[in-house]
């Protein structure tokens, strides 16, 4: 089948993130992929949760002191908005309407890129009041596994871009159209571990 195979709204497959077999391969891998993830994130919960009893030795301020609920709670919404945004966006997909799937996209990538701003705050507040990666076995483990999944915020901003702006003039295919559905899988994927943060980390922080 050619890849490259120029379309309509009435010829565009059902599937088209697995009409070929390239893309069922694809899609197999990107689970496998996802697995992994999934094992990494749960030996830094398991981590975090282990330590967060040893307490920040030294620091003159409690969990329920230290985060900032609201601010946390505005990241949230922005991350959970983004996901929203990437369904519209494979919906668009699904319907061979490329022009609507790219802007939907570029807005998941902008709440996206508002998240990791707040984030980037977050650290450095944090920072200022001396809160610091090497302040406890505690910070280590807390700023470890936010770190991490801010990390894989960032790699999915520049994933997104860079398919954005590869595509831009390509239009849908049978080739970039998995390569999209994978992206939203992964974004999908991020703002769960985010919902286990927030709930795990933030919110028993505060509650105690």
């Known amino acids: 089948m050619d890849l490259n195979k120029k379309f309509t709204p009435e010829t565009w497959p059902d ?16 689970w496998l992929f996802l697995g992994g993830e999934t094992i990494l994130f749960a030996t830094l919960f398991a981590t975090y949760l282990a330590l967060k009893n040893k307490g920040p030795s030294g620091f003159g301020f409690s969990t329920q002191e230290l985060y ?13 908005t983004s996901s929203l945004t990437s369904v519209f966006a494979m919906y668009h997909m699904k319907n061979y309407n490329f022009k609507k799937m790219q802007l939907w996209l570029v807005i998941t990538a902008f709440l996206g890129l508002g998240f990791l701003m707040l ?4 650290f450095s507040h944090y920072a200022q009041l001396g809160f610091t ?24 901003l520049v994933w997104i871009t860079l398919l954005v702006l590869r595509n831009s003039k390509r239009g849908l295919n049978l080739y970039n159209a998995p390569k999209f559905y994978t992206f939203s899988l992964y974004w999908h994927f991020i703002d769960v571990v985010w919902v286990f943060i927030f709930t795990v980390v933030y919110l028993m922080g505060v509650i105690g």
């Open 119 to 122: 984030e980037v705050y977050e």
């Open 68 to 80: 900032e609920l609201p601010l946390v709670f505005a990241m949230t919404m922005l991350l959970l």
């Open 15 to 30: 599937n088209p993130e697995r009409a070929t077999l390239e893309a069922k391969n694809k899609f197999i891998g990107f």
């Open 133 to 156: 990666f090497n302040n406890s076995a505690f910070s280590s483990a807390f700023f470890t596994l936010v770190g991490a999944h801010g990390f894989h915020v960032a790699i999915g």
